[in-house]
């Protein structure tokens, strides 16, 4: 058995990597490799000692035994990252040695990213947008919130979704659950939505630099070298700093493109050094609700939300759109595989896809027909209808005004439909009682300074990465060609 979590997910090339390991092994060592086209073994570390550690207790005696709100504090060993090691993600790997185990072990590959015994971390440039002026933002709040710590041979369940630790706030840090960054659970997300993207962003001649939620919430100055910031993927857990400066940005003349859906969908507070974060969210602690509404949702007047729509962000928000689950529990279950309703064909988002709106009388295409591109969770707009059956943004729910729609796909049936639920993701009957708009996942562009993409779907990486559709890589190439240079005008 072993099992580690990394001390901080983004080190700078030539600084130090520490990585805190429990085993049950005399011995362990690491294997480092970078995730880009393939997955590359770049660095396989001495023997270690092995020592084993337990996880602090949860507060609520939970049989599952493992808190998600604390520093699990296991001790820590160092490593040099190599300065020349290029920036990127990069994957631990821990491999137990000593009597019974399998000292080496197959070499992973690019389909055996996913799984426990290992951890991700990113390694930054050591000056940033020398490389690209292309940001790669990883969203690590949110995997955080969904890291159940885990281990193979355990299911701990201790998470922001499974058996949450509530704090009221009297220690000063304000009311929320609390989760903590020091801990373990493998790799899934990263495997799942970023790999794929990653693989096709290398093989495709992108250069791209990358940092983390963390990176992006200390530094003010972080996006000062880059023109053009990526979303990818599950975003959901954004703090009030990370969102002023991608705001700021945006209004400089920075693009961003949100390959990703449920964006921006809570707040979080950053705490104890920036190693957890509290978000007073609507999970259930036990049979009970510690407070609703939740102040940690963007979008809802204060003082029973933040009172910022994640609309004016990202265009789009999870309010209007839905999610996906299988009858049987499966993940990422059933999806629409009808695609983009295609709208505005001219416009250059769709230059070389030959897809076409109907406007001319003809076919009205479908952007990733066939495929689940309508993804896991989907984020649309406040919409109408106009005489011409052109879906357009109502800005009822915050969306810009210069916000074109250029992809619809109406949500009927949604699996999930928070409108009908007494309480939910945003305990829907005290935040909205009646539905303002038809749900549909939406895409489409707007400007303010700089130009905002959003794709509206989680799974747009999934399908882009693994080219399972023409027209969505060709959109994709449009969206970072232009963007990758700032912009103020056009959209």
């Known amino acids: ?108 590959d690019g389909s055996t990213i996913e799984g426990f015994e290992r951890e991700f971390f990113i390694v930054r440039p050591r000056q940033p947008g020398k490389l690209s002026r292309i940001l790669y933002k990883k969203s690590t709040f949110t995997r955080h919130a969904y890291n159940r710590s885990d281990r193979r041979d355990e299911e701990r369940a ?10 009221r706030g009297e220690d000063g840090g304000g009311p929320g659950h609390q989760v903590s960054l020091h801990r373990p659970g493998g790799v899934i997300d990263l495997a799942y939505w970023d790999a794929p993207f990653i693989s096709w962003l290398e093989r495709s001649g992108y250069a791209v630099e990358y940092c983390t939620d963390l990176d992006l919430h200390e530094n003010p100055a972080l996006l000062t070298g880059y023109d053009l910031v990526l979303s990818v993927g599950h975003d959901e857990y954004w703090s009030q700093a990370m969102r002023t400066q991608v705001e700021d940005f945006v209004r400089a003349g920075g693009n961003v493109a949100f390959f990703s859906a449920n964006t921006c969908w809570w707040r979080i507070h950053s705490i104890d050094g920036n ?24 979008w809802p007047p204060e003082p029973h939300g933040v009172g910022a729509p994640e609309n004016t962000l990202t265009g789009v928000s999870f309010r209007n759109g839905g999610m996906w689950a299988s009858s049987d529990g499966s993940w990422p279950g059933d999806r629409p595989r009808a695609g983009y309703s295609v709208q505005h064909a001219e416009h250059w988002v769709f230059e070389g896809t030959g897809l076409r709106d109907g406007s001319n009388g003809g076919i ?122 700032r912009i103020t005008t056009g959209g």
């Open 1 to 108: 058995m072993i099992e580690g979590y990394v001390g901080r997910e983004s080190v700078t090339a030539g600084g130090i990597l520490a990585l805190h390991v429990s085993t049950d092994a005399p011995i362990y060592r690491v294997r480092f490799y970078r995730l880009g086209n393939e997955l590359e073994l770049v660095r396989e570390s001495v023997w270690q000692p092995g020592t084993l550690h337990s996880p602090p207790p949860h507060p609520d005696g939970h049989p599952a035994g493992a808190s998600p709100a604390v520093d699990w504090n296991w001790p820590s060993v160092e490593f040099s990252i190599p300065d020349s090691w290029r920036t990127g993600i990069y994957l631990a790997h821990f491999i137990e040695g000593g009597p019974g185990c399998e000292d080496s072990p197959p070499v992973l």
């Open 275 to 298: 190693s957890a974060f509290r978000s007073d969210t609507d999970h259930r602690v036990g049979d009970e609700y510690p407070h609703l509404p939740a102040t940690d949702q963007w």
């Open 364 to 485: 009205q295409d479908a952007l990733g027909a066939g495929t689940p591109l309508i993804g896991y969770e989907c984020d649309g707009a406040a919409f109408f209808y106009d005489a011409q059956g052109v879906a357009r943004a109502s800005g009822a729910d915050g969306t810009p005004d210069s916000f074109l729609i250029l992809g619809i796909h109406l949500l009927q049936p949604v699996h999930h439909d928070f409108h009908r639920f007494k309480h939910g993701h945003w305990n829907c009957t005290v935040r909205e009682p009646s539905i303002t708009s038809p749900r549909a996942a939406t895409m489409g562009v707007f400007t303010a300074g700089g130009t905002v993409f959003t794709a509206g779907t989680t799974d747009w990486p999934v399908v882009c990465g693994r080219e399972a559709d023409a027209g969505v890589v060709r959109v994709t190439r449009n969206v970072l060609d232009r963007l990758s240079v």
């Open 158 to 167: 201790a998470s922001l979704y499974d058996n949450p630790v509530y704090l």
